[in-house]
Each structure stands twice: as C-alpha cells, then as structure tokens.
C-alpha cells in the first residue's frame, strides 16, 4: 500500500469508529438522562426492556422506525425533511476536529486522535455551530405551523445571542495558547490540575457553561422546545426517524459541547496529575478524556433535574447585558496578563 | 483525477447552481437558503486552495452571522413569493443590459488572462492563521485594519442609535 493509500485507510477508520461511538453514545445518552432523571424525582424510569432496562434505546429506536412518517398540510415538503438532515449533519461534522486523546504511536507511525487536525480547528467548530441554527429554524418554518414557527424563531434569536458569548468566551483560552488548534490548546494546560484553563479563565468557564447550555436548547434555556407554552416548539410536526433524527442532533450537539469543553477549559486527555498520565506503562489519556466528557454531560443531566425553564425576555436580556460584556471583560484582562506578565 | 479536483468540480457545481436559484427563485426564503448553501460550498473551495482560515471565516461571518439575520428577518416578515411587475420602463431594462454586458465581458477577461498567466497566488505563501495574523498587524496594514475596526465601532453606535429612538 502506498504512503497516500495508509493516509486514506486511517482516515476511513477514524471517521467509522467516531462515528459509530456517537451513535452508541447518543442511543444510550438518552438512557441515562432518563433514568438520572427519574432518580432525582424519587421515579425508577425504564427498567423492563432488558437488564436494569439497558436495552431500551434498541426498544425506542425498532419503535420510531416503525411510526408513520406524517407530513402536515401545506408544509413546505421539500424543506420540511431537509431539516433533519441539515441539523444531523452539522450537529456531526463539528466532532470531526475534536481530539478524543494525544497522539499515539501506532507501528512507528503516529495517530492523532482525531479526525481533522486543522489549525483553526476551534474556529471551525465555530463556524459549524453557526450553520447549527440552519436545520432547527428550517424545521420550525417548513412545517406551517405558528408553533413551530414561534419555537424556530425563538431558537434562531438565541443561538444568534449565544453563540456570541460562546465564541468570546474561547478567546482568552486561545490568547493563552497562542493556537486555534485544540491539541496545542490542551497541550498548553500541561502540568496538573491548577494549570488547567477552568482555573487560569475561570471567568471564560463560566461563560462558555452558560452559553453552551443556551447553544445546545438544554434546560433552563430549552425555550425553543418549550412545552407549556409552544407544544413541542420546532419539532412539534415531527414524527417518526425525522423526529429521531432532530433529538439525535440535539444529543450529538451536548456531547459535542462537552467533548470541547473537556478538551479546552479541563485538559482534554492530560491526566489531573502529571503521575497518573501513564502510571502502568501505557497512556491513559482516551480514559482521563472520556471521564471528563462524561462528568460534563452528568452536569447537564443534572441542570434539568435542578433548574425550571427562564423567561424569554429574561434570556435575552441576561444573554446580551451580563454574558457578552462579562466576556469581553475577561479578554481584555486575559489580554493584559499575557502582555505585561509574560 | 485527482481527489482534490474532483471535490473542486462538485464544490464548483453546488456554488454556481445555488447561485442561480438565488437569482432565478421568486420565494425570497428559497433563495436565502441558496444562498447560504452558495457561501458554504465557496468555503469549500477556499478549503481545498489550501486556506482553512478564509473557508472559516466565510462560513462564521457570511454563511453564519449574516445570513441568520437575513433568514431571521423573512420569517419573522412571513414574506411571500414575489410577483413580477409588468411593464416597467425600457430605460431601465436597458441599463440592467448594459451592467449585465460589462460584468460578462470582465468575467471573461478575467478567465483569459488566468489562462494565460497561471494561478496567480504568491509562491511559498501559507495561508495558516499565524501568517495571515503576520501580515494583518504588519506595518503595512495595520492602521487600515484599525481604521476599519473603528468604522465598524461607529456604524454599530449609529445603528443602535438609531434602533433606541422612540416615537415621532
């Protein structure tokens, strides 16, 4: 096989097992959100299908693809199921530059744990969350229905709002790298716990927690959805895989946030103290990384259990007055710092 | 072919067709979402000249900053389908001819002379975030780029100047 043939053949098994693992991820998110939930509220959640009830996201899949898929009247039907599929793919491709461990060394040939290491790999993200908002306002306009409409609206105001915040609370990690790239990002946080970005941008982490709460519709900002008042918001006419598909999006996008949020503000694959890295022999990393992913999605888990629903005006308003100049706050601090003390 | 040509030639493709249903679609939405499909596969082709950071940045400020407001503003407006005027004064029938005759004979200039010269990109020059940072906050451009910031500042006073003023 030639050297460009390998390049290829490793690329393809990368992109394969992400996402697969996505897949299983999401199926089985679902599964723990519920059952966490029911805890919290003294509820046991699904226990029958299966041990424990392990087995009810295959139970919840064989069930949608059996549903009949309805198209509402007047709906723009060419659109209509377009959006899914828009909001599916962006909620995936931003995954494809998140690092998921350090490189490793595979046959004397090294491996990066990812599947695009761009140098602007923060920036794409960036701009792939951007065209995130594209499949939920098509789903919610497509539909010709004034919910749907009311919850695509809603959710295009917010994204807009937050994305700002979110994209700002990045900097001052970046300033501090002096890289886009996320590897040289977690790379920079070497050295134990105290020197990870969640303490020297405690500031920006903050920030960045809030905003992806907002980016990713979970509660208390999940008001494009907000069932008192909108009965399911944009995805109140779906049914089905293309229901499916929306909450898959919504799933991959809050693994997605916490993915970055592990890599960027936690020290991705660095382990909390340089000796546990490798303490037998071999590198830890993928496991230091998958913990932190995953206390970062309990902590979402527990946001719906803990926290109601804020008012619109009040999300707007805390979105545009507090997160935004809080944030620009906190670059030109970072941004002093690393002039005058470096 | 090579991987790289055949990724051009679709990007091309997506990027000229979305351009057409942008100015042939009468339902102002339709063509909104042409348009970004049309910038996102520009993107594309920045990508594949070697210049993730420019591909980046046109997805973030036109396919996702700018286009949102557009996209924002026709569903809050519920716009309709657009209906042709009839009629409509010759002269301006002309003009929209003439315009239209100068822009095809640029395009075509432009086209014979990349024929003729080769790509015309500066050999040895990478793109990468780094450099373009470089020659940004040179000596060179560094006060354009600071006026422009500053242009931007005043627009943005301007306009919420302008969005707070109540009544009369």
Known sequence: ?342 | MSLDAILFYVFAAVAVLSAVVVVAQRNPTYSAFALIVTMASLAGIFGLLGSPLIAVLQVIVYAGAIMVLFVFVLMLLNVQEERRIEGGSPAFRWTAVGLGGLLAVQVTVVLLRATRDGPAWAAGFDASARKVAQVLFSAQYVYVFEATSILIVAALVGALTLARRTGK
């Open chain 1, 1 to 342: 096989m030639s050297a460009t043939q390998q390049e290829l053949l490793i690329a393809v098994v990368k992109v394969l097992v992400i996402f697969n693992a996505l897949l299983i991820l999401f199926s089985f998110m679902t599964y723990v959100e519920r059952r966490m939930l029911a805890f919290m509220q003294f509820r046991l959640g699904p226990n029958r299908t299966g041990p424990l009830g392990l087995l009810q996201p295959i139970a919840d899949g064989i069930k949608l693809f059996f549903k009949e898929e309805l198209m509402p009247e007047g709906a723009n039907k060419w659109l209509f199921m377009a959006a899914p599929a828009v909001a599916v793919m962006t909620a995936f491709l931003s995954m494809a530059v998140v690092p998921w461990g350090g490189p490793v060394t595979v046959k004397g040939r090294e491996v990066t744990l990812q599947i695009a290491d761009l140098d602007v790999g923060i920036l794409y993200i960036f701009a792939i969350s951007s065209l995130g908002v594209y499949g939920i306002v098509l789903a919610g306009w497509s539909a010709n229905n004034k919910y749907t409409l009311m919850g695509g609206l809603r959710s295009s105001a917010q994204m807009f709002s937050y994305e700002l915040a979110l994209g700002l609370s990045w900097v001052g990690v970046i300033m501090l790298a002096s890289s886009f790239r996320i590897g040289d990002i977690v790379a920079a946080q070497a050295g134990g716990f105290w020197r990870w970005n969640f303490v020297t941008q405690f500031v920006g982490f903050l920030v960045y927690v809030v905003a992806a709460t907002a980016e990713v519709n979970r509660t208390p900002f999940d008001l494009p959805e907000a069932e008192t008042e909108l009965v399911g918001g944009f995805h109140t006419e779906y049914s089905s895989m293309r229901f499916a598909l929306l909450q898959m999006a919504e799933y991959v996008n809050m693994i997605t946030v916490s993915a970055i949020g592990a890599n960027i503000f936690f020290g991705g694959w660095l382990a909390p103290i340089p000796a546990l890295q490798a303490p037998f022999g071999f590198d830890l990393g993928l496991l230091w990384f998958l913990l932190k992913m995953a206390a970062a999605l309990f902590f979402f888990v527990w946001l719906r259990g803990t926290l109601t629903r804020v008012r619109y005006d009040q999300l707007m308003h805390f979105g545009w007055k507090v997160l935004v100049p809080v944030a620009t706050l906190n670059i030109l601090l970072t941004a002093a710092a690393v002039t005058f003390l470096r």
